[in-house]
């Protein structure tokens, strides 16, 4: 409850609000007017009042004070204020004292049941139908078990001559509270909710001033100007107008305004009821308040609801229309003929317009489709004509050449829609993204790479050149003249200085401290003259002036006295190598920023044997993924993150090295013990030159699952029962009658006998009510493993196995008729009504197809209504005999009231 505005204690001892002082007066004058104006309707003859509005009175307060710490003081001040009152105005006081506590404790009763009533956590808001059903309830039981105490408090107290008049008392105390309760507090429940419900009035200022003259003149005419001529009920039409038609909260004040006028009149002895004794007519007239009450206030609420729902589809549609525009990847739905229903502006620009305009047949009039490899692609084989097949097909590569727009290469991915309910294709939807770039990025890289191969290859070819004392070039080989350009008569009598970059050659000199005008050839050889041989990093000038970066190897050729009389240069050309290391150097960066950055979870895992799975490396998303810090997850096993029931299959397989590659969808625990799904793609890489390992991605497709499950549950069940609907029950029929499921005992098909009486005299609410009780009561009869269907308005169907302990399917028929002929009691119409159920029985076991059950179990069916209702009819291919149980009391249309 705690809905009224509330300020915290000063001192922090209490946790529990306080009601404002305004609150409390207000409330308390409320219930003063109220009980002071109930007392004024007391007629010369009794002690008791005809009208009681403090009890809607009482109920408001409570409500507002319920969370705070006036609730309780609060329910003594009622009790006080009213018993105070009813004793000032000539009541006994024993009895005063006594009906001031049956109106708190009243209230009191009514408060905490409507409070606790399912799925409210304590809130007194009037949102819904439900809740509306919730307090009617509430108001008569608190209602009627205070006027019983009242009746037993007046005989105990001598008030009553006897048993009879103490009823009579008792009778007229619950009508009169009722209908206080139920025409003063919807109005402030609905005031009281928080956050406030949405209001969904239609009607403009003109018809609202419509409904107010209407109202007027109506409510004149009944009342105060034709008195007796005509039934008070003709104007029922008028609050159905403003239920529709106006919002809810006015539809209360409606209600209220109502009871004022139609009680004033009676008091005034004005209206149809004047003619009877005045006690009488006050009944009869809160009777029909409480009629205009409820019609008004569940056709207004079930309007609510109705709108609420439709806004929050409306709202979903729109989420969804948003994400198929706005996703860059293209999509379509096609039909069964392989024509586009629905194409997204991402679809339009990668494929062009041509293709939805065309079934599937056609598209080769417009399109050229073929292989990376340029063969053909026969149009069976295309995405969406497999998809169409009943095939999934994921990121299949296809080259199309499109009318004016060049060719491009297409990874598509398709899936077939959910079949007709015969079995039949209904379409596919496919998804298309444009790798042409990627390809050809990756054609590329295998170019480069094989290029990259062939210039290490051609690395062991190494440049040998011989020179003399002075640096002049005497020998050279094949791969000196390929590495410098030139050949061998351009390189012999060259120096070795002029092979070099003469920037290089100064920056050694100054490394090796070389005196000032130090031959240049010094640089190079120096080191190789003081009896070591050098090897280091030089840069080589070809003969086109570019640069050459290799490993040279300097050894100086000595004589027998040791003094070298030339160099032997050996070279090896890394410009391959350096290449590749800075490109790897690249990769490797990339790398690690990818992997910190990638939006799915990324995980390294080793194949140690003695570990596999354990953790290397991991990434933010991954921890975000588990909800786990990076060192609580570096040194677990990969399978320790899945639930425990998805640890076996691919990825053990992978880790076990039976499996280099696996796709699956598994659920991953995080640290709270809660789990998500997620998207697992895994790879095994076998690096040359370190230990293999795993790389693991895995994406969070939770939401994606959900929704799934969510829509096929919605699909195949029905709405107001829960159970299985036609589509489901085929399903099951077609797996029975293919040999694919437990064998089955037969099929029961029924249609209710008496529901459209139902219908007819209490409206659809009263048939819903009645669908769920025999939705119960058809599951009760039948085993867990039975199929239960509702096939559609009030026809139910019924797959029963026959699996298990041997069973009568005739004598189980004759069960349901029995079961559904008990009477139902209707709690929003609170009446109780006795319908019955003709039922058709199709033993199965013969082979027979899942039309021909449905067929034959629907014939039998129309075979027991033919014969009198009420009763089973079996039929075995073109044979049938009636069987019928006791005729239900009362016959099946018979309707007691409660």
């Known amino acids: 409850m705690g809905t009224v505005e509330t300020t915290a204690a000063s001192d922090g001892a209490e946790d529990r609000a306080v009601a404002r002082p305004a609150t409390l007066v207000l409330l308390l004058a409320a219930l003063v007017a109220a009980s002071v104006l109930g007392r004024l309707t007391r007629p010369a003859d009794s002690e008791l009042s005809l009208v009681w509005p403090a009890a809607g009175v009482a109920v408001v307060a409570l409500a507002v004070l319920r969370g705070t710490r006036c609730y309780l003081p609060g329910a003594i001040v009622v009790a006080g204020v009213v018993g105070a009152v009813i004793a000032a105005t000539g009541m006994r006081t024993d009895l005063s004292l006594v009906l001031g506590v049956l109106n708190a404790a009243q209230a009191l009763a009514v408060v905490e049941v409507y409070a606790r009533r399912p799925g409210a956590d304590g809130a007194t808001g009037l949102r819904g139908t439900r809740d509306l059903w919730w307090f009617t309830a509430a108001a008569a039981l608190a209602a009627g078990a205070a006027g019983a105490l009242l009746a037993l408090a007046a005989v105990v107290l001598g008030a009553a001559d006897d048993v009879a008049g103490a009823a009579t008392t008792a009778a007229a105390y619950w009508v009169r509270h009722l209908v206080s309760l139920v025409v003063v507090v919807p109005l402030a429940l609905r005031l009281l909710a928080r956050p406030r419900p949405r209001e969904h009035g239609a009607a403009g200022r003109r018809e609202r001033a419509l409904m107010v003259l209407a109202f007027a003149a109506s409510y004149a005419d009944v009342f105060w100007f034709a008195a007796g001529d005509l039934l008070p009920f003709a104007l029922l039409p008028v609050s159905v107008w403003h239920a ?205 790479r094989d290029l990259l191969a062939g210039v290490l290859d ?268 036609r589509l489901l029950l085929r399903e099951r029929l077609e797996a029975v009658a293919g040999g694919g499921a437990a064998r089955a005992l037969g099929l029961l098909y029924l249609d209710l006998d008496g529901f459209k009486a139902v219908n007819d005299a209490h409206g659809h609410p009263a048939g819903d009510e009645l669908l769920q009780h025999v939705a119960r009561r058809l599951r009760g009869c039948l085993r867990p493993e039975d199929v239960v269907a509702r096939l559609g308005g009030d026809e139910f169907a019924a797959l029963c196995s026959a699996a298990g302990p041997a069973r009568d399917l005739e004598e189980l028929a004759r069960r349901v008729v029995e079961e559904l002929a008990r009477p139902v009691h209707l709690e929003g119409a609170g009446v109780e009504v006795v319908v019955g159920a003709s039922v058709g029985v199709r033993p199965a076991g013969d082979g027979a197809s899942a039309e021909a059950l449905l067929r034959d179990a629907d014939a039998a069916m129309y075979d027991a209504k033919r014969a009198g209702k009420g009763r089973a009819s079996v039929r075995a291919g073109r044979t049938g005999d009636a069987v019928r149980p006791p005729a239900p009391r009362g016959g099946a249309d018979a309707l007691l009231p409660h």
């Open 244 to 448: 529709l038609r106006r919002s809810t909260t006015a539809v209360a004040g409606h209600v209220i305004t109502s009871a004022t006028v139609v009680i004033a009149a009676t008091l005034v002895r004005s209206g149809p009821f004047a003619d009877l004794p005045t006690p009488e007519a006050v009944v009869q007239a809160q009777c029909f308040i409480a009629v205009v009450a409820l019609l008004s206030l569940v056709l207004a609420l079930h309007r609510d609801e109705r709108e609420d729902a439709l806004a929050a589809h409306r709202r979903e549609h729109a989420l969804l229309e948003a994400v198929f525009a706005a996703t860059g990847t293209g999509l379509d739905v096609y039909d069964a003929a392989g024509r586009a229903l629905r194409r997204n502006p991402a679809s339009e620009a990668l494929v062009g317009s041509v293709s939805g305009e065309l079934p599937m047949a056609r598209w080769s009039e417009h399109y050229r489709f073929s292989r990376l490899d340029g063969s053909p692609l026969d149009a069976a084989d295309l995405p969406v004509a497999r998809a169409l097949a009943g095939e999934s097909v994921d990121g299949v590569d296809v080259r199309v050449e499109r009318p004016g727009r060049g060719t491009a290469v297409l990874s598509v991915a398709a899936r077939p829609l959910p079949p007709e309910a015969d079995g039949t294709p209904s379409g596919a939807v496919a998804a298309y993204v444009d790798v042409s770039a990627a390809r050809e990025a990756a054609a590329d890289l295998a170019r480069a």
């Open 458 to 725: 051609g690395a062991t070819e190494q440049s040998i050149i011989g020179a003399d004392a002075a640096g002049v070039v005497t020998v050279v080989n094949a791969g000196a003249e390929r590495m410098l350009g030139c050949g061998r008569d351009q390189l012999l009598g060259r120096s070795l200085v002029e092979l070099h970059d003469a920037d290089e050659l100064a920056r050694r000199a100054r490394a090796l401290a070389l005196p000032d005008g130090a031959p240049a050839l010094d640089a190079l050889v120096s080191v190789a003259r003081s009896r070591r041989h050098e090897t280091r990093r030089w840069t080589y000038r070809r003969a086109d002036a570019s640069t050459l970066q290799v490993q040279l190897t300097t050894t100086a050729v000595r004589d027998d006295a040791g003094a070298p009389t030339g160099f032997i240069c050996v070279a090896t050309d890394v410009t391959g190598r350096l290449e590749a290391e800075r490109r790897l150097a690249d990769s490797e960066q990339l790398f690690r920023l990818g992997f910190e950055v990638a939006p799915s979870a990324m995980l390294l895992a080793s194949l140690d044997p003695a570990a596999p799975g354990r953790l290397l490396r991991v990434n933010r998303s991954a921890c975000a993924l588990t909800g786990r810090h990076e060192e609580d997850l570096l040194g677990r096993s990969l399978l320790e993150l899945l639930h425990p029931d998805d640890r076996e299959g691919p990825l053990r397989d992978l880790l076990a090295g039976t499996e280099e590659r696996v796709r699956c969808e598994r659920r991953v625990l995080r640290a709270d013990s809660s789990s998500r799904w997620g998207s697992v793609s895994a790879a095994v890489v076998r690096p040359v030159a370190s230990d293999p390992y795993v790389v693991c991605l895995v994406e969070d497709v939770t939401a994606q699952r959900e929704a799934e499950e969510r829509l096929s549950h919605q699909a195949r069940h029905d709405a107001l029962t829960g159970l299985p609907n």
